[in-house]
């Protein structure tokens, strides 16, 4: 088989953090009628994203390490619940292991994270969860019409996947954060969402989980800030949810990991050049300082402002993790500052 | 490479390889119309290692409702009514490592064996006929006094093995679970892309099965997609070709004499009492090792590698003149060995093997550590088998795993074949556990390369060893290689370090 070999990329590299990245924020595309009202992504973004999509899954193509990734981000997702589940609407016995919660995954890119989330659905949904992140249903948004192309291609060649694409339980949709936020459809379920009845304030529809992985430094800052970004991403949150998402620290070992060795020419790198821009990482505390203040902005409404009292009950988490070559990526406690890590916010209840 | 559509192969190679391959291809319209059904996992061969997954699947909590079916040509009623007198043994008999027992155990299927049948053992005699150089393996070293030995490995048959394997299947439920026995597979296809229909199945293996025996003719073959196909379907693989690895390796020009053996009493009884011995005697002249494994009541079993001439001629001995040449060939020197090997059974020769046996064993200085003499073979239970190195050059190809004999087979001297494959199944098991548990697709070729890294060089390192223990203990006569091996094996008897850095290689911890 020529699509399996060792892959000299993976297990010569000197890298030990890096991530092809692969989200995108894409403004205004002149190609698209939809005019976005924000434009989070940059142009230069899209044309590098949309370039690495035949190749998105190849698993031993430039998107490798991102796949290889994948699944820390399930165990990450249920480190979170288990520290703190969302309130569950239903109070029955079972309600901690049922398939209850509602996920968006914004900048879904060629779908790696969000197809094997929506794999998790149980197709029964009275059936209990078959894993920790309890995923009810599944929304992926992206701005590239091209990925959201690949992803869904992708998608149907899983039959259980596929089954939840045609019962709306998972959906790709090609659109911004921004346009979601200001569409009026009720919820991301065919359920209407309680809280958002209830909250007449609040039109847009709301999550249970929303994740973010690889995503905020990938934003245009000329356009927006990672602040605004983050506020959007938490109105998109139902009260109690998580989000949760993933970033690389903008330190010295992270230059030399990421950029130098990382997107180095084959075999030494991992990632293809050009991926990332290290201005633009992002350290943890930026972030948790962001979130708060994106959790009090989330708070406002037409009438009244936010204020510290919507830090209540929130809850900031933060891990490490390393890419070993040979063994892999691993969760390394306290290696946030060197490079990759993942983070979460919950908002109070 | 296997013919793949272009569309499914758009994620597995690259843009210039693409081009061409799967043009050419035909499609039959008349079985694409037919939905197959669609099973997470699917077994093709019974043996203990499919079976194995099957159970080892079954008993995990995360894997258990995974829909899984297994494919046999045999008929596994059979396996399952499988019954022998507590005096006879099969002569397909394993030596199961305490690592192969102890994940039968914790998948519940030990306990479906009947373990009156089976017999630990707590030594291992290793020795070499031409210098008389000597190993003894046994766990002394790490035991501490007053506790018992620990056991080297277990014999085991494997109708037992898989006799307890169906016994567990069954006892999961057959919820989720299909067992197609007397079923052959057709042919093995790529899926087709069912567009608006359903899924894109162009990269999933399909199956056309069908029922052998009588009833061949009537019954049509079905069609079933498999998520994952693991080809435990030995030597020959035919998923294997069907994901077109190959496979390189050679044949020793060796045959393997199997016997069930039943002894005279020890002369010194064992101590303890529970302690039990196996013995190989390497016999550079005669090319290969005579190993005699102990089996409940005083019965062994016999595995003899040796040419396939002096294979043929031991097998057509009478009775007695077979017990005397294997008695022999635990004691005499080599040139006698020879000479007995060269003896044909003419009833007007004067001396017969015993007589010769008796003779020349007079005349031989006998070392301490010797089996008991055997004194009768189990009716019918005289086999043999070519042997052979095999290795698959991947074990695992898009929606496509190998697992024992279809992914290695190996020189049997150390009994390790199917403890290999016992722990392919195990480390499968444990690879799909955990794409299950993170939303991987468990076809996946990101999902499979834990397995596949995970047992290819265990395995090769085993079949290496085995290959080179059996070249070295191919020199005849007295000379440099026959001098260096015989010294290697008295230092390691001396230096318990190594011996028991030996073992747990040999144990796969």
Not at chain 2, 136 to 158: G, I, K, L, Q
Request: hydrophobic fraction near 40%; charge should be neutral; glycine fraction near 8%.
């Amino acid at each position: 088989m020529t699509s399996f070999r060792p892959t000299f990329r993976a297990l010569h590299s000197a890298s030990t953090a890096t991530r092809p990245a692969c989200r995108h924020y894409l403004p205004q595309r002149s190609l698209v009628t939809r005019n976005h009202s924000t434009s989070s992504v940059s142009a230069d973004e899209l044309s590098h994203f949309s370039a690495l999509a035949s190749s998105w899954w190849d698993p031993m193509g430039p998107s490798r390490i991102l796949h290889l990734m994948n699944p820390l981000r399930h165990e990450f997702i249920a480190s979170c619940l288990a520290d703190s589940p969302p309130p569950t609407t239903t109070t029955t016995a079972n309600s901690a292991n049922a398939a209850n919660l509602h996920y968006m995954d914004i900048g879904c890119g060629g779908g790696i994270f969000a197809e094997s989330l929506a794999r998790t659905i149980p197709l029964d949904p009275s059936a209990p969860a078959p894993t920790a992140t309890r995923a009810a249903s599944m929304t992926a948004i992206d701005p590239s019409t091209m990925l959201i192309q690949v992803a869904r291609e992708h998608a149907r060649m899983d039959p259980t996947v596929d089954a939840h694409l045609r019962s709306g339980k998972f959906k790709y949709l090609n659109t911004t954060l921004e346009d979601v936020l200001a569409s009026t459809s009720p919820s991301p379920s065919s359920e209407p969402s309680e809280s958002t009845l209830s909250a007449g304030a609040i039109s847009h529809p709301q999550f249970d989980m929303v994740t973010l992985f690889e995503v905020i430094e990938h934003i245009d800052p000329t356009t927006t800030t990672p602040q605004a970004f983050l506020s959007n991403c938490l109105r998109a949150l139902k009260p109690g949810g998580w989000l949760i998402g993933s970033t690389i620290s903008r330190t010295f070992p992270s230059f030399l990991l990421n950029q130098v060795i990382a997107e180095a020419p084959w075999p030494i790198g991992v990632v293809p050049r050009g991926t990332h821009e290290w201005s633009k990482f992002v350290n943890p505390p930026e972030l948790h300082a962001w979130a708060q203040e994106g959790l009090m902005r989330a708070a406002d409404s037409a009438t009244t402002r936010g204020g510290p009292s919507a830090l209540e009950g929130m809850k900031w988490k933060c891990m490490g993790t390393i890419y070993v070559p040979g063994l892999g990526w691993k969760m390394v406690p306290g290696s946030e500052s060197w490079g990759n890590y993942f983070w979460a916010v919950k908002k109070g209840v | 490479m296997r013919p793949i559509s272009r569309a499914a192969l758009r994620s597995y190679v690259c843009p210039s390889c693409r081009h061409g391959i799967g043009a050419g291809r035909r499609r039959f319209g008349t079985k694409i119309d037919q939905t197959p059904d669609i099973y997470d996992v699917v077994c093709v061969g019974g043996g203990p290692a499919g079976l194995g997954l099957l159970a080892a699947l079954r008993a995990s909590p995360v894997t258990s409702k995974l829909k899984v079916a297994l494919i046999e040509s045999q008929d596994l009623n059979k396996a399952r009514a499988w019954n022998m007198d507590s005096t006879q043994f099969s002569n397909r008999v394993s030596s199961l490592t305490p690592s192969s027992k102890e994940f039968l155990q914790k998948i519940g299927a030990w306990e479906h064996l009947d373990t009156e049948r089976v017999q630990d053992y707590q030594e291992m005699q290793v020795w070499d006929g031409e210098s008389g150089s000597r190993i003894s393996f046994d766990w002394s070293m790490d035991t501490p006094a007053f506790e018992d030995m620990r056991t080297v490995a277990t014999m085991t048959e494997n109708a037992n093995l898989v006799r307890g394997l169906l016994g567990r299947i069954a006892a999961s439920g057959d919820e989720n679970l299909k067992l197609f026995s007397n079923t052959t597979v057709a042919g093995i296809e790529n899926g087709t892309d069912l567009q608006t229909e359903g899924p894109d199945l162009s990269a999933w293996p399909v199956l056309s099965i069908k029922p052998t025996g009588a009833t061949a003719e009537t019954q049509p073959s079905s069609r079933i997609a498999a998520r994952l196909l693991v080809g435990a379907d030995g030597i020959n693989s035919p998923v294997r070709s069907f994901a077109d690895i190959t496979t390189h390796g050679w044949d020793y020009n060796r045959h393997g004499i199997v016997a069930t053996l039943s002894l005279a009493d020890p002369i010194t009884p064992p101590f303890p009492a529970y302690m039990r011995t196996a013995y190989q005697r390497f016999l550079p002249a005669l090319g290969g090792p005579i190993a005699l494994l102990p089996l409940p009541n005083n019965h062994a079993t016999l595995v003899w590698s040796t040419t396939p001439e002096n294979a043929a001629h031991l097998k057509s001995l009478p009775t007695p003149a077979f017990l005397a040449m294997v008695n022999a060939a635990f004691r005499l020197s080599m040139t006698d060995l020879t000479y007995m090997m060269g003896m044909t059974e003419s009833s007007s020769e004067s001396t017969s093997h015993e007589d010769e046996l008796s003779w020349r064993i007079q005349h031989t200085p006998l070392p301490a550590q010797i089996p008991p003499m055997a004194t009768g073979v189990q009716t019918g239970t005289v086999a043999s088998f070519p042997l052979r190195f095999r290795h698959a050059a991947q074990y695992i190809s898009p929606r496509v795993a190998l697992v024992g004999d279809a992914a290695h087979v190996i020189h049997p001297l150390a009994g390790q074949g199917l403890n290999l494959g016992l722990a392919d199944v195990a480390a499968l098991s444990r690879t799909i556990e955990y794409a299950v548990s993170h939303g991987m697709d468990i076809g996946d070729l990101l999902t499979l390369e834990r397995y596949s890294s995970e047992r290819y060089l265990p395995n090769a390192k085993i079949g290496g060893a085995c290959d080179l223990l059996h070249k070295m203990y191919n020199i005849p006569g007295q000379g440099p290689v026959t001098w260096a091996r015989s010294l290697g094996l008295d230092v390691i008897d001396k230096l318990p370090f190594v011996k028991s850095f030996l073992m747990k290689n040999a144990e796969g911890y």
